[in-house]
Structures are given as C-alpha cells and as structure tokens.
C-alpha cells in the first residue's frame, strides 16, 4: 500500500503542497556571521594513547545506540573555533551526558584547516582538538559523529574538489582508525549544488578510501539536495558493505524552524509562525517519516536523523511542541536522533546562564 492511500484527498494535496514548498527550499548556509569577537582557542590537551579498537559493530545495532543526540555546533565548522561566538570546553560533555544523551555530533570545518594543494595535509594542531573532542566523548561512554561540514568549495566545485576531499577523508580515517567504533564517520554535511548523479558517486569513492583502513568503521552517508527525504530517495549505497548507515535531516515546516533565521534571506517574513500540533501538523510529520522507514526497509539500511530543531525566534511553546513529536514520533520509526543543536541559536543549554533551557530538554529527553 502506497503512504498515500491512508490519507483524504484534502489532506493528500496539503502534503503535496508542503513536499514541493520543502522540495523548493534550499536555503540552508552558514549560521550569521559572527559579531563576537574571537575568544582563543585553547592549547589543545594531548591524549596520545589510541583507545582500545574494541568489535566491530553492525549497522543496525549502533544505529539504535546512537539513541538520542546532540550536536556540539558553531564551533569547530566555524572557519576557526571561537569566531561563532562558541568555543568546546570539557565540562559540555558532562553536560551532554548528564542531559541523558548518548551522542555527540561534531560538525568539523575541516576544509580550513588543510593544505589547498596536494597532498592536503590537515594541519597537526586542528587533528589534536579533535582528538580532543574524541576522547573526551569516549572516556564518558558517549559516542561522537565526526562529520566534514561547510566544506563550501566542494559544494561549489565538486570536480575540482574530489581528489582534496578523498585526501582528507584519506587522512582522518588513517589517524583515527585504532579509536574505538563508538566513533562513527559521516561523509558530508548536506551536499547540495550537486545532482545525485554526482554525489553518490564521489561518496563511494570516499567510503572506499575510508575502507582501506577503517574496514568495519559504520560510516553515515546521507543524499544529495541537502540531505532532505526527496535527497535520500535518490541516494545510492554500495551493496555489498553493510557497515553504513543513512541520514536525513528535518526542518519541516521551513517557515517555522527557519523564522527570523539570519542566514535565510527572507525569513523574517515567518516570524510569529506557531506549530501547534493539530492532527495534521502532526500527520505531515508522521508521513515523512513513514516514507524514511519504507527506504530503509526497501534498502535494508538503518537510519539516522542527524539534525532536526527550530531556532530561537519560534515560541517556546511551539518549539516544544515539535521537538517532542520530532522525538518521539522518529523514536517510534526506530530512528535515532541528534538534536540541532547544544549552546548557540537552537541552543539546549543557555552558555549564558549556565543552565538548560529545561523545556526543551524535557521534550527530547523526557
Ligand atoms: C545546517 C547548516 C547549519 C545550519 C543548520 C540549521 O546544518 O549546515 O549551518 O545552522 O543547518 O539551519
């Protein structure tokens, strides 16, 4: 039976609608420009001692203990840490930890931070913050996704770009390839300006550079067009390695995450946007996912929703509202989920007050 069929006429149009209003967005870029000034970044600590390789472990099961998650954004994917106004410190992954996640999601700019010509060294220093990162999310039994985010000229130029890209992947996979296989890599960030056609095949070519080193690693990948649902329809897996699990994200409705959003021209138009969570708010939700469950049926992946969230300039209550049903409702699809994201426009925790912004850490972790 097609998702389709379960629903009236009247409310089948109203998705149709709101898929083509999704499917016409592509508004996603960088958070503001900072305003802040730039805080150092601190002398990386160094943990020289890889951490025990431990099993391998199948998609689907780690798939299910990425359980619930946060990312740890506008850090180290701004072009240097600090300039967006937040800079990682150890005591986050307490917090992390604490709040009653048990992932971290670390978007990494790491395209700023390597040689433009071959052989693309990425520079010692960043490596060592992320180390960091890594093993302070290990020592507490957190898992870390350790992604490549805002690599904006490979987006831009994506023939141009390949060979550095592979380069990079070459390098992260061979520093990090004794850590244990709570660390999970994930491609790209929402690649976009680039066809399906395109993507699909230059991330095979990454996961198989991944592979010479990394042969069990779980490795999330999502599709094209932003790593939207419609992206995911048209993204194509090799077969034969089952040690990769696909992601998506969700903003849905645009206009009620995105409202008053610095970097979404036009947004301020939204502003006063509620979700209120009537049947059909709901039922929209419940649809997109129903069809992220059929792909991962029909294509034997588990799945990961790796950025869902509504910024600051929604109301509380809305914002909660949707967060929860996010939650539960991917939770109930067999998804797990990392919230967008911890200290900065989405935040979780409010840096400023030292404190959660409770509400929205009942929603996901009620
Ligand atoms: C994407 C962008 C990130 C942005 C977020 C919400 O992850 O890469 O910069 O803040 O979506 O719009």
């Not at 097609?2 to 960088?30: D, Q, R």
């Not at 960043?126 to 960091?132: G, K, P, S, V």
């Not at 660390?183 to 960030?189: D, H, K, Q, S």
């Not at 849905?252 to 970097?263: C, D, K, L, N, R």
Request: contains cysteine; charged residues 20%.
């Amino acid at each position: 039976m097609t998702p389709y069929k379960s629903f009236p006429k009247l409310t089948t149009l109203l998705y149709l609608c709101i898929i083509s209003f999704v499917a016409a967005c592509n508004p996603l870029s960088p958070p503001p420009s900072p305003t802040m000034s730039t805080p150092p970044t601190p002398t990386p600590e160094i943990f020289p001692t890889p951490l025990s390789f431990g099993e391998p472990i199948e998609a689907f099961e780690q798939a299910e203990q990425l359980g619930r998650g946060v990312n740890f954004a506008n850090a180290l994917e701004a072009p240097n840490e600090g300039e967006w106004g937040l800079t990682l410190e150890e005591r986050y992954f307490d917090l992390a930890k604490e709040g009653g996640f048990a992932t971290i999601r670390l978007p990494v700019r790491w395209s700023a931070h390597a040689e433009v010509q071959a052989p693309y060294t990425i520079d010692e220093n960043f490596f060592r913050r992320i180390d960091w990162a890594i093993a302070h999310a290990t020592r507490r039994g957190l898992n870390i996704v350790v992604n490549m985010h805002h690599y904006e000229e490979f987006m831009s130029n994506p023939e141009e770009h390949r060979a550095r890209f592979i380069a990079i992947w070459t390098q992260i996979a061979e520093r990090y390839q004794n850590q244990p296989a709570t660390v999970v890599f994930e491609l790209c960030n929402e690649p976009n300006g680039m066809s399906a056609n395109r993507w699909n095949p230059i991330a095979q070519e990454a996961l198989a550079a991944v592979r010479t080193t990394n042969p069990t690693r779980n490795v999330i990948i999502g599709g094209a067009d932003w790593n939207s649902i419609q992206g995911l329809m048209d993204l194509k897996l090799p077969e034969a390695d089952r040690h990769v699990i696909a992601t998506f994200h969700y903003y849905s409705p645009f206009e009620f995450t995105h409202q008053g959003a610095e970097w979404v021209k036009g947004s301020e138009a939204w502003l006063g946007t509620e979700w209120l969570g009537k049947s059909n708010d709901k039922s929209v939700v419940n649809y997109h996912l129903d069809q992220v469950a059929q792909w991962s049926e029909e294509n034997r992946r588990p799945m990961w929703l790796g950025e869902f969230g509504a910024y600051s300039k929604a109301d509380m209550d809305s914002r909660v509202r949707w967060t929860s049903y996010l939650a539960r409702d991917a939770e109930k699809h067999h998804i797990s989920w990392a919230y967008w994201e911890f200290g900065a426009g989405f935040g979780l925790y409010d840096l400023a007050q030292n404190a959660w912004n409770q509400p929205l850490l009942e929603a996901l972790v009620p």
